[in-house]
């Protein structure tokens, strides 16, 4: 019933930009939350940033001043500006909803992109 759909994954070198978008799509009531995720190679999936449909952002020690979440989740799409990128970013980044239809709420995954980073 949701669906979420990624795009913006590429390979760059240390130093340059790439620019994450995600949209959601099915039938629900509400989105109270959406965010990125990534999981390096070995590792465990972590936070990157998240945005709450309250306006509030949540970002990772490790990206801020280099990363923006923005986007509407009204709209239900946000995207992840990332600058000044570096090989430690490298990994597959997650989109995720936290959508609510009537009294459930559940959390929504799309299947990831690539981001690979180059020294």
């Known amino acids: 019933q949701v669906q979420l759909v990624e795009s913006g994954g590429g390979s760059v070198q240390a130093g340059g930009s790439l620019r994450l978008s995600c949209t959601v799509s099915?039938?629900?009531?509400?989105?109270?939350?959406m965010g990125w995720y990534r999981q390096a190679p070995g590792k465990q999936r972590d936070l990157v940033a998240i945005t709450t449909s309250g306006g509030g952002t949540n970002y990772a020690d490790s990206v801020k001043g280099r990363f923006t979440i923005s986007g509407d989740i009204a709209k239900n799409t946000v995207y992840l500006q990332m600058n000044n990128l570096e090989p430690e970013d490298t990994g597959v980044y997650y989109c995720?909803?936290?959508?609510?239809?009537?009294?459930?709420?559940?959390?929504?995954w799309g299947q990831g992109t690539q981001v690979t980073v180059s020294s």
């Open positions: 995720n909803a936290r959508v609510r239809s009537r009294w459930v709420t559940n959390d929504y």
């Open positions: 099915g039938r629900f009531d509400s989105i109270s939350a």
